[in-house]
């Protein structure tokens, strides 16, 4: 399951981006770059760290400065488990 298309169904599930926003393609791009501020990202990293069930003591806290290549790369490091599918990260939406 690719992590661009676990982002993009968070974010759509969770965050309120514009109706025109559009969705990640690349690591590269950034919360901003798809319609999400600051308060949409707490909620995406939220639902992302008990899907992943990342432990709470290392919370990801700096979001001024996250790709979506950075947030992968911190689920990656700090997972304790692998979703099966998106339908099961949604749930904890």
Do not use: W
């Amino acid at each position: 399951m690719d992590f661009i298309d676990v982002f993009n169904a968070v974010a759509e599930a969770v965050g309120n981006p514009p109706a025109n926003a559009p969705k990640a393609t690349s690591y590269n791009d950034e919360p901003i770059d798809v319609g999400l501020d600051s308060l949409d990202m707490v909620m995406v990293v939220a639902v992302l760290t008990d899907a992943y069930k990342i432990p709470e003591d290392t919370r990801f806290d700096d979001l001024s400065r996250v790709t979506i290549g950075t947030l992968r790369d911190y689920v990656n490091t700090h997972k304790q488990q692998d979703p099966e599918s998106i339908a099961q990260v949604l749930e904890y939406a």
